[in-house]
Nanobody, 126 residues
Framework: QVQLVESGGGLVQAGGSLRLSCAASGLTFADYAMAWFRQAPGKEREFVAAIHKSSGSTYAHSVKGRFTISRDNDKNTVYLQMNSLEPEDTAVYYC????????????????????WGQGTQVTVSS
């Protein structure tokens, strides 16, 4: 049974930083592309960042230069370091996994991912 468990969310002032973690179990972690999405109230779930062993990392334009995605395959964990946070970054952040044992083409739509975590709330105050 695949499980993705996010942690690290919270309340932070604008300009601050948070690091999210997503611990995966029940899968061969290195064979998966891992991604972060977010969903604000009343809005659709949107792509934030993704990482895969063959294609590296990719980011949404709105977070590029402020957020960094990384992974530790020994710990089955993917991270999202978020710096220079803005009130517009307020959302529930979700971890997602897409099976990709060899190559991977960047995927930006939520429906393209196989597994999801339960989400962690990030609130940025102005």
């Amino acid at each position: 049974q695949v499980q993705l468990v996010e942690s690290g969310g919270g309340l932070v002032q604008a300009g601050g930083s948070l690091r999210l973690s997503c611990a995966a179990s029940g899968l061969t972690f290195a064979d998966y592309a891992m991604a972060w999405f977010r969903q604000a109230p009343g809005k659709e779930r949107e792509f934030v960042a993704a990482i895969h062993k063959s294609s590296g990392s990719t980011y949404a334009h709105s977070v590029k230069g402020r957020f960094t995605i990384s992974r530790d395959n020994d710990k089955n964990t993917v991270y999202l370091q978020m710096n220079s946070l803005e009130p517009e970054d307020t959302a529930v952040y979700y971890c997602a996994a897409d099976w990709a044992p060899t190559g991977w083409v960047n995927k930006y739509r939520a429906v393209q991912y196989d597994y999801w975590g339960q989400g962690t709330q990030v609130t940025v105050s102005s």
